[in-house]
């Protein structure tokens, strides 16, 4: 979930008359929400996924983080899936976003999938939910019941997203103040933090990190080659988990107590702060793990969705209708 650094300037909010009315409680989302209306609409999410995470399994870890992307800027409202025309700026080339989110094929496969099924019935915001649990369990993590019925936004929110998804040079606190604005919790931010167990990062996130003092030498030592001071560097790619890059487990949190956390923002979870004990806990109880984090992503989820009459059900996720 890592993202470049951004702008402090502050959020752009877009009126609610435009936007639709956002609630933060999922009392109006449902797990059986397509039980009738297109019954078959899980089923056909898990099997494009699958085969997807299969043939690429990073792609399991760019799901998760388009689902987080999404979230974070005006809830979970498919905003991010926006491509830029003359009335919408989209996110997808704000800084934390541009050269850096993935996915976006696979979402589209889904979606063409289900408009064949059941036109004009399942939200991009859903399948964009629902897409993030079935990659993790694909690579082995823990499954949850996903509350559905969001509906999809009528535009996108750029400054939102270059000042309200945290970066990785960010410190625990600042990593807090992100997640807490959002009302997740401190413990939410540890374990949502785990999704960093699979995936890559690109240099320009983590070329700071190797010449800091928390971190392993020898690990330092061993991305340097891939991550020189060369600008021509910054897209090369390093394992966010060392250890089992491709596999959803609690791997990535014995990393940290090693001091083998790729960003910044990664080792700041056990750099002698309130976090340690949490991580120290992941480390070695996974179940412990697995269960807040499927919590934490019924949470987020949940993170001002629109429902009702708002917004709409967008027939290509890339474009309103």
């Given at each position: 979930?890592?993202?470049l650094p951004f702008s402090s300037s502050l959020l ?108 004009g019935v399942v939200s991009c915001a859903d399948i ?194």
């Open positions: 979930m890592a993202s752009f909010f877009f009126s609610a008359a435009f936007l639709g009315s956002h609630s933060v409680s999922h009392a109006q989302l449902t797990t059986n929400f397509y039980s009738t209306s297109c019954p078959l609409a899980l089923t056909s999410i898990q099997a494009v996924v699958t085969a997807a995470v299969l043939v690429d399994p990073r792609m399991g870890a760019s799901l998760v983080r388009l689902h987080f992307h999404d979230c974070f800027v005006n809830g979970c409202d498919a905003s991010v899936l926006l491509d830029a025309s003359p009335s919408i700026a989209t996110e997808k080339t704000a800084a934390p976003n541009n050269n850096s989110l993935r996915g976006f094929e696979v979402i589209d496969t889904i979606k063409t999938s289900l408009e064949l099924l059941c036109p964009l939910a629902v897409a993030a649990r079935d990659s993790v369990v694909v690579l082995g993590g823990p499954t949850w019941s996903v509350f559905l019925g969001r509906r999809d936004s009528l535009t996108a929110n750029q400054n939102g997203a270059n000042t309200d998804l945290p970066a990785p040079f960010f410190s625990l606190t600042q990593l807090n103040a992100s997640f807490a604005k959002k009302q997740l919790s401190f413990r939410d931010m540890v374990a949502l933090s785990g999704a960093h167990t699979f995936g890559r990062a690109r240099c320009a996130f983590f070329r700071d990190h190797l010449s800091e003092s928390n971190i392993d030498p020898a690990f330092a030592a061993t991305l340097r080659p891939t991550c020189s001071n060369s600008s021509a560097d910054d897209n090369n790619l390093a394992n966010l988990d060392v250890s089992t890059p491709n596999a959803f487990d609690s791997a990535y949190y014995t990393n940290l107590l090693n001091r083998r956390g790729l960003l910044h923002s990664d080792q700041e979870l056990f750099n002698g702060g309130a976090a340690d004990a949490i991580v120290r806990t992941y480390s070695t109880n996974p179940s412990s793990f697995f269960t807040d984090f499927a919590n934490a992503m019924i949470k987020m989820g949940n993170i001002s969705p629109l429902t009702g009459t708002s917004g709409q059900i967008r027939r290509n996720c890339r474009t309103v209708n």
